[in-house]
C-alpha cells in the first residue's frame, strides 16, 4: 500500500495552498513512526517522544508545547496523511524548509518563527 499525501494527482498541487511558503528546499526525513491513537494529515507539526519512562520513546505525535514527554519541541511537518488510529503508522517529515502557517496542525495555535534551530520556518504568508 502506497503513502496516501492527501492529492490524487501531483498536478493537484497548487504550491499557493498546500504547506509550503516558497520554493526553499526541504529535507524529509523516511520511514517515522506515528504514535498509535491519531489520525493525522499531511502538514501535522510533529513531537518527538523522547521521555526515557515513556513506551512511545521514538516515536511522533503531534505538537504541544504544554507536553513534557519530549514532543513539546517541533521537529518536523509531516508530509503525508497517517492514520495511527489503531495502531502506529508510518509516514515521513520534513525537517528542513519553509512552510505556510495556514497548511499547518498542532495542538495549540502555531506562532510564526523560525523551529528546530533554524530549520524549519513557519510563515504567515508567501
Known amino acids: 500500500m502506497g503513502i496516501n499525501l492527501g492529492i490524487s494527482n501531483l498536478t493537484e498541487?497548487?504550491?499557493y495552498n498546500d504547506i509550503f511558503a516558497g520554493l526553499h528546499p526541504t529535507m524529509e526525513v523516511s520511514e517515522i513512526l506515528i504514535v498509535a491513537g491519531q489520525n493525522l494529515k499531511r502538514g501535522a507539526c510533529l513531537g518527538l517522544i523522547t521521555a526515557e519512562a515513556n513506551p512511545d520513546k521514538g516515536k511522533y505525535k503531534l505538537w504541544d508545547e504544554d507536553s513534557t514527554d519530549g514532543s513539546e519541541v517541533l521537529?518536523?511537518?509531516?508530509?503525508?496523511?497517517?492514520?495511527?488510529?489503531?495502531?502506529?503508522?508510518?509516514?515521513?517529515m520534513y525537517v528542513h524548509g519553509e512552510f505556510?502557517?495556514?497548511?499547518?496542525?498542532?495542538?495549540?495555535?502555531?506562532?510564526?518563527g523560525v523551529y528546530n534551530n533554524g530549520s524549519i520556518v513557519i510563515k504567515e504568508d508567501k
Open 75 to 92: 521537529c518536523g511537518i509531516l508530509g503525508c496523511d497517517v492514520d495511527a488510529t489503531s495502531s502506529d503508522g508510518k509516514g515521513f
Open 13 to 15: 498541487i497548487n504550491p
Open 100 to 112: 505556510l502557517k495556514a497548511g499547518l496542525s498542532a495542538v495549540h495555535d502555531i506562532i510564526p
